[in-house]
């Protein structure tokens, strides 16, 4: 277990970042013999800390915890694609390369979202902490030419099913699991711990 100080922090300092603490902590590794003692391999123990810079997309992430949902569109009048609205957020329109307009589609997705395909997940990789079997939701919203995949915490998820956001606003994560999705018509009292509409 890591002492408090081993925990790997970082902090900006300038416009740089300052790591504290331990990023990568090494642990033996240990023999696997079959059940006549030959050698068939080793475990291989890596304790590490990963750091995720988010550049431009920080605003998408911060606004998910505050309950607002950012996208961004392309206002290049000499672009193909110009108009074009985008979520997940993409900080640079891929059609003409410059950089997309920051807009708040929260409205938008409370008032048009539906599922446009979904898959349930029994079993899940590795770090899973939502709760199983997960509703995997690909959300589809008027004037918005991409699709956004999403969880869906509440309910069976059906192809056309209106659905609205929650945010995780009381101890947010900062990461994508800040947003879920539950069906129209959801009581708040209802939502999982720390969401809100
Ligand atoms: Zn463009």
Same mark, same amino acid.
């Given at each position: 277990m890591k002492s408090e100080n081993d925990v790997g922090r970082v902090s900006v300092k300038n416009g740089r970042y300052k790591i504290k603490g331990k990023f990568h902590i090494i642990e033996p590794n240990t023999p696997i013999f079959d059940e006549n003692g030959k050698l068939c391999g080793i475990t291989n123990p890596r304790d590490m800390t990963y750091i995720h810079s988010y550049g431009g997309e920080a605003i998408f992430f911060e606004s998910l915890s505050k309950g607002k949902f950012i996208g961004s569109r392309c /206002?290049?009048? !000499?672009? /193909?694609? !110009?108009?074009s609205i985008f979520m997940p957020f993409r900080i640079y329109c891929p059609d003409c390369l410059r950089k997309t307009t920051v807009i708040d589609i929260t409205d938008i997705a409370k008032k048009t979202a539906i599922i446009h395909s979904f898959i349930i997940t029994e079993r899940s990789g590795a770090f899973n902490i939502l709760k199983k079997p997960i509703k995997f939701i690909n959300v589809e919203f008027e004037d918005v030419c991409t699709i956004f995949m999403g969880y869906l915490s509440i309910g069976e998820p059906e192809i056309g099913m209106r659905v609205v956001p929650i945010f995780q606003t009381k101890n947010p994560t900062y990461t994508i699991m800040d947003i879920s999705w539950v069906p129209v018509g959801t009581p708040e009292s209802e939502l999982p711990d720390n969401f809100t509409f």
């Open positions: /206002d290049n009048p !000499k672009c /193909d694609s !110009k108009e």
